[in-house]
């Protein structure tokens, strides 16, 4: 659409013109009212989530280091980012788990996995899920969106799997909420379970989901 008539009244339009007739891309470099549109819907459609490679190690290596660095989008500290952690998480995702990455312009800003313990007893069970989005990219649902493509796979392709599990800080409320919302059940308390920087002590909050289509094997 190359052109987007503004239906602002001039009264309330933030440039000295109205109503508006230029280009639609400008529009949204111009006009602070439209700018949440293209920051939103239309940035959105560029993304897109996809099974990772192991090719993709450079690029999700830099999101832990980025995600790392800004303080509280995972638990591990910017120097507990090692390229051994990021190999592991995602061969053993490969192997026998999920690992699914958000690609935009051909950047990975956004990656989650899961897979299981690796203890005969516990594998019906996915567990080590971390998620991990990018400063810029955070509050654009792109968290629900990847643990909703990674719960229906597991529902549709991993009939053997029963339970995939997760913690999440108490006072996470954001993240509280997204785990509910997902038909995750808040199973327990962990007690002090988490030690900051500042010497200060957080619960970690347990939560399971099940899947419906599990065939006990």
Not at 82 to 111: C, F, H, K, M, W
């Amino acid at each position: 659409m190359p052109f987007a008539p503004c239906l602002l009244p001039f009264a309330f339009c933030p440039l000295p013109f109205a109503p508006c007739l230029l280009p639609f891309a400008y529009l949204s470099t111009v006009c602070p009212i439209l700018q949440p549109y293209f920051k939103t819907t239309l940035f959105r459609k560029k993304m897109m989530i996809r099974p990772a490679l192991l090719a993709d190690f450079e690029g999700i290596f830099r999101l832990y280091k980025t995600v790392a660095a800004q303080g509280n989008g995972i638990a591990r500290e910017e120097d507990e980012i090692t390229e051994g952690y990021v190999q592991e998480n995602l061969t053993r995702g490969l192997d026998d788990g999920i690992v699914l990455v958000v690609e935009s312009n051909g950047q990975i800003v956004a990656e989650i996995h899961t897979y299981p313990i690796g203890i005969r007893i516990f594998e019906h069970v996915l567990s080590n899920l971390t998620i991990a989005i990018h400063p810029d990219f955070q509050g654009k649902s792109i968290g629900y969106q990847l643990f909703k493509q990674l719960l229906e796979k597991v529902e549709n392709d991993m009939p053997h799997i029963l339970r995939v599990e997760l913690h999440a800080r108490d006072g996470n409320e954001a993240a509280i909420r997204l785990y509910k919302k997902l038909g995750f059940e808040l199973e327990g308390y962990l007690k002090n379970r988490d030690k900051l920087a500042d010497g200060s002590f957080y619960d970690d909050i347990s939560f399971g989901w099940m899947n419906k289509n599990y065939k006990r094997q």
